[in-house]
């Protein structure tokens, strides 16, 4: 499994009960990026999805995950692929979610990084 490179966000989020200021990543949709990102909910390890490549396009996300298994924890994907941040693998080992805001930040907010891209 390769990596990709994408613009995101960072966010410090309240994202479970007593679990404030945790390091998010988060997508901006603004019409021109058709990426989303998910999470093995097992080991937490994120995971960029490329909704426009020809190989992705008009699957869903367990469609996407079939037959790949995780580069970090070797689960088996299809069962362990979840929407992020939607749900997040907290490092103590909690479920735990965030939803981003509908304003867009400053485009100097944003920055580039690698995810695993599930192809």
């Known amino acids: 499994m390769q990596k990709k490179k994408i613009r995101t966000y960072k966010a410090f989020a309240h994202v479970a009960p007593n679990i404030y200021n945790y390091e998010v990543y988060y997508l901006v949709y ?3 990026s058709n990426f989303s990102l998910a999470t093995c909910i097992n080991c937490g390890e994120l995971f960029v999805i490329d909704w426009e490549n020809p190989k992705t396009k008009g699957l869903n996300i367990e469609q996407i995950a079939d037959s790949h298994k995780c580069p970090t924890c070797n689960s088996n994907l299809t069962e362990t692929i979840r929407d992020y941040p939607k749900m997040i693998k907290l490092k103590n ?24 891209e599930i192809l």
């Open 30 to 32: 603004e019409g021109w």
């Open 93 to 116: 080992g909690e479920i735990g979610s965030f939803v981003p805001s509908n304003q867009i930040p400053p485009d100097n907010e944003s920055f580039v990084k690698e995810f695993y």
